[in-house]
């Protein structure tokens, strides 16, 4: 049965599809069995794994909306070796088309009970928003990833994403737990993100993922190849940061 993770985080740019996707390759590098599931009408995880967003016989929207079935609408990422639910702008619809349904919350939770035995680990890559998206994310997982940038208002944010997982936890998905802080685009020489850094430590103690994923070119050009960073440069020091993370996550979900 797959274990299922959003990665979230209602500001913008964190390193939140970079973290997915990177995510996705390193777990399917140590022969877990994968599916990204991007959760965004951007469509960047779809672009990033390898997938024309423009090219989509059937997406996560038709998924949502109860007109595709999800095993025909996920695809393989040749270049991540790990399935895809992909997305693009038709996303972007089903906000408000959601609103009409019964069940709004729980769509994807209910379409994900098909494909749970084909995998080892679910990723759900959310869009920037704590919205209706977001929500049917947060409702199909067992816990989430939350990346962040060590900067001063990355913590402001932190307590309205914390407080929405708290009330979905209560009212929505007693599943639903903070996996842990993933810190990223990490720049040590920073004065702020050492003191944002081991101020995280502090108030989150355990919570906060010993991985740091710091600032590196190559992660930011792999998506332009359609190549997960982690593929695209091996040896990379962010490329390496992400390999680390996928271990470390397999260790801790050992744990609870
Ligand atoms: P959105 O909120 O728009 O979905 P996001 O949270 O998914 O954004 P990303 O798209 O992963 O964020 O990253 C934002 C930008 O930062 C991208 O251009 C990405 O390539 C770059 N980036 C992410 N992580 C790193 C890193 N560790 N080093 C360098 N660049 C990075
Ligand atoms: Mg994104």
Same mark, same amino acid.
């Given at each position: ?36 599931? @991007? ?12 997938? @024309? ?152 103690? @355990? ?50």
């Amino acid at each position: 049965m797959a274990k299922i993770f959003c990665v979230a985080n209602q500001k913008g740019g964190v390193g939140k599809t970079t973290t997915a996707v990177n995510l996705a390759a390193a777990l399917a590098n140590i022969k877990q069995r994968v599916l990204l599931i @991007d959760l965004d009408p951007q469509g960047n995880a779809t672009m990033g794994a390898g997938i @024309d967003k423009a090219k989509l016989p059937s997406s996560v929207y038709q998924v949502l909306l109860g007109m595709g079935d999800i095993k025909d609408a996920r695809q393989t990422s040749e270049t991540g070796r790990f399935d895809v639910l992909p997305a693009n702008r038709d996303l972007a619809g089903a906000e408000v088309e959601m609103v009409e349904l019964e069940n709004r919350e729980t769509r994807l939770k209910t379409a994900l009970a098909a494909v749970l035995d084909d995998y080892d680990f679910i990723l759900i890559d959310c869009p920037p928003a704590l919205s209706m998206l977001t929500l049917n994310g947060l409702c199909a997982a067992h816990g989430v990833i939350i990346p962040m940038q060590c900067e001063y208002y990355a913590l402001e944010g932190l307590s309205d994403l914390v407080n929405t997982i708290k009330i979905v936890h209560a009212k929505l998905n007693p599943d639903l737990k903070v996996i842990g802080l993933l810190r990223v685009m990490f720049d040590p020489r920073m004065m702020l993100s050492q003191q944002v850094s081991s101020q995280l430590e502090q108030h989150f103690g @355990d919570k906060v993922f010993k991985s740091i994923i710091p600032r590196n070119v190559r992660l930011a050009e792999a998506p332009s190849y359609g190549v997960p960073g982690v593929n695209f440069d091996a040896g990379a020091k962010g490329a390496q940061a992400y390999i680390a993370f996928g271990k470390e996550l397999v260790e801790r979900i050992q744990k609870i």
